[in-house]
């Protein structure tokens, strides 16, 4: 594949294609609702169509060019597709009145036209886009840690949901989640690549949230980008998995404490896009109009890859791929859906 990926002793799925498709309901049906109790959250319908020039697409790392079109019965706007509903779901916990400590999520599907196709990636994106109202003063550490670990034991119960379902897939994930930060990531790994220290430390520990991505390191380099104008920089991460099927690092869940109104205006300098607090929703939060928030996106078809052990996220959702992608999927026994 583009990646190269090779399963080295042969690939064979542990369920057909029929038990794939029921696991995918059963698994995305149990860790749905489980999230839902665990964090307060109610479900709302989402957007896959958003107005430009408002503020409220994603813009993910600042590059990826939109899917964009004008509508025959829409006079003088352009509509986007949405990438990610980060800056929406804050517009909508204050439009609907959501109290402190309760929140919303939704079933997000995007497509990003710039993904580069592998075994991880496609133009399709599905995802579990939340976000729940905290206070001024829980904009810390404290609390985006204790979000995490509530995700994580919603991971842990799915997965030994689905053990009892098919015995074929036993579990992998350790009792409890590391933390680290870029910086010590890479103070540790001074040799290695952003992706190779991600692969190294799932591999040591199993589960690891990576916290602060997008501002410089002491190198002078950035762990990953990251848009300017909804997470904290200083107050985010990942989620990562240590994937055995792949012996490699496996991203399932975005997440972070969104900027207040002094993080937006810092990060935007930063990245040189002040033009941009001229727009809705930006003067909405240095107007102090928006809920303070956290929130993140949880791969739907990433978790059920790795919840049923597949090697290409193909084999659990139905996409468009290029000829390479399909020639090797064949070659390699992977079934795409």
């Not at 079933?107 to 496609?122: F, G, K, Q």
């Not at 886009?129 to 799915?158: G, P």
């Not at 290695?192 to 410089?216: C, N, P, T, W, Y």
């Not at 993140?296 to 990433?302: A, T």
Request: proline share 3%; net charge negative.
């Amino acid at each position: 594949m583009s990646n190269s990926l090779s399963t080295k002793t042969g690939y064979t799925s542990k369920l057909d294609l029929l038990q794939t498709e029921v696991a995918i309901k059963q698994a995305k049906d149990y860790f749905e609702n489980s999230l839902a109790e665990k964090l307060n959250l109610t479900r709302v319908s989402a957007p896959i169509l958003l107005r430009s020039g408002k503020g409220l697409n994603d813009d993910l790392n600042g590059v990826e060019r939109m899917v964009s079109f004008e509508a025959l019965d829409i006079k003088n706007a352009n509509i986007e597709i949405v990438q990610s509903l980060a800056k929406w779901k804050r517009m909508a916990l204050a439009r609907y009145g959501f109290n402190l400590g309760a929140g919303l999520y939704t079933d997000m599907n995007a497509i990003r036209r710039d993904e580069v196709l592998d075994h991880l990636h496609s133009i399709y994106v599905d995802q579990w886009d939340w976000e729940k109202i905290i206070s001024k003063e829980q904009r810390n550490l404290e609390t985006l840690k204790a979000e995490v670990k509530k995700i994580y034991q919603v991971f842990k119960n799915t997965e030994s949901n689905l053990y009892g379902l098919y015995p074929d897939l036993e579990p992998v994930l350790p009792e409890a989640i590391h933390f680290i930060t870029t910086q010590e990531l890479e103070d540790k790994y001074p040799d290695l690549s952003a992706k190779q220290r991600e692969d190294a430390i799932a591999k040591e520990h199993g589960a690891v949230f990576i916290m602060q991505i997008g501002g410089k390191l002491l190198s002078g380099e950035r762990h990953d980008g990251r848009s300017p104008d909804y997470d904290d920089w200083t107050l985010n991460g990942d989620i990562i998995f240590y994937y055995p099927p792949l012996d490699q690092s496996i991203e399932v869940s975005s997440m972070g404490i969104r900027v207040d109104e002094e993080a937006l205006k810092k990060q935007l300098k930063i990245a040189q896009l002040e033009d941009r607090l001229s727009l809705e929703y930006h003067q909405a939060v240095v107007n102090r109009e928006l809920p303070y928030t956290i929130g993140g996106g949880i791969g739907q078809s990433r978790i059920c890859m790795f919840f049923l052990k597949k090697v290409h996220i193909g084999e659990v959702q139905v996409s468009v791929w290029n000829d390479e992608t399909i020639e090797n999927c064949n070659k390699e026994n992977i079934t795409l859906l």
